[in-house]
């Protein structure tokens, strides 16, 4: 009994840990008013700031001003410990320094991380993607 309870602990752990590569549509509509919006495919850093260029927008500049929204939206489409790309935390880039905004274990909360290596969604701030959703 201990050890398949075991199993199914380890089981919830992996699936509430695991990051989707593509988000969900539900939840891209869901961000139209937050201010930011997620790209809907995992990229590497420097795509991530040419896509929200592209986009119309720009990689998030998360500060204590907005750390609570954006965790929410992090949070919201990618649960906790949930990772995105920013572009700086109170205006500084750290050199350019590829960071992370990762969720923390409330839905308003989360930390910045730098972060250089594989690829995450990147966190856009400005107008929502134009790009329709179905």
């Known amino acids: ?27 891209l509509r869901d961000l139209r008013t937050s201010g930011f919006f997620l790209s809907q ?3 590497t850093f420097a795509e991530a700031s040419k896509y929200c260029k592209e986009a119309g927008a720009q990689l998030a500049d998360v500060n204590t001003a907005n750390i609570q929204t954006a965790a929410s939206v992090t ?10 790309w920013v572009h700086s935390w109170d205006g500084n880039d750290y050199l350019n ?4 905004l990762v969720g ?7 930390t910045i991380h730098i972060n250089d290596q594989g690829n995450l969604f990147a966190l856009c701030e400005g107008r929502y993607h134009p790009t329709p959703i179905e």
Do not use: D, E
Request: with cysteine; charged share 5%; net charge positive.
């Open 1 to 27: 009994m201990q050890v398949c309870l075991l199993l199914l602990f380890v089981g919830f752990i992996q699936t509430i840990s695991a990051t989707p590569a593509v988000l969900n549509p539900v939840c």
């Open 41 to 43: 495919t995992k990229l």
């Open 75 to 84: 949070s919201h489409c990618l649960g906790p410990q949930g990772r995105v």
């Open 97 to 100: 320094t590829p960071l992370a």
């Open 104 to 110: 923390g274990p409330q839905p308003s909360s989360g």
